[in-house]
């Protein structure tokens, strides 16, 4: 006897593996593409913020000003502050970056809410602070400061090694 055609047993059993193939590879392809967009959005961001790094390192540098690098309100900008009071002496904010809400940082394994003790004198970034007298000085605590944004479980770092911005995987 010759046999025209499948029987209905192979058809369903061929729809079953395509069905059940499809059914991974879908939630497969929604996973990366979640990953791709929080690795997109971060390294966006850790680049902006390497940049603001290097820019007001640059002026500290040339242009013989203090720089003051401030993270408030989930916010990191720069601008001159020659007199170190924390405010832009001129008013005027260089540039400035953005942490969105979904987006974790730390700076040095430490979840803070504001960073401005940071400024850069002479190419090298360093804390302000004062003495047990009152009187204020430069560490360089911050010559080595490590950045991190995170979403989920991906993560990128901002670093300054030695005052020198970099950003690491």
Do not use: W
Not at 25 to 42: F, R, T
Not at 123 to 141: A, C, H, M, T, W
Request: hydrophobic content about 40%.
């Amino acid at each position: 006897m010759v046999k025209n055609g499948y029987t209905l047993v192979e058809m369903l059993t061929v729809l079953l593996i395509i069905s059940f193939i499809l059914g991974i590879s879908a939630v497969i392809y929604n996973g990366y593409a979640k990953h791709l967009e929080n690795d997109a959005k971060l390294t966006n961001l850790s680049e902006n913020l390497f940049f603001l790094l290097v820019d007001a390192r640059r002026r500290g540098f040339f242009g013989d000003n203090i720089i003051c690098v401030k993270y408030e309100n989930r916010t990191f900008s720069y601008f001159i502050d020659n007199n170190v009071d924390r405010t832009p002496d001129d008013g005027i904010i260089f540039n400035s970056v953005t942490i969105p809400d979904d987006i974790k940082i730390t700076i040095n394994d430490k979840d803070l809410s504001n960073l401005n003790d940071l400024y850069t004198f002479e190419g090298l970034f360093v804390q302000y602070k004062r003495d047990e007298n009152g009187i204020p000085y430069f560490s360089n605590k911050y010559r080595n400061l490590k950045i991190e944004l995170s979403i989920d479980k991906n993560k990128k770092i901002v670093q300054l090694d030695n005052s020198y911005p970099e950003i690491q995987e």
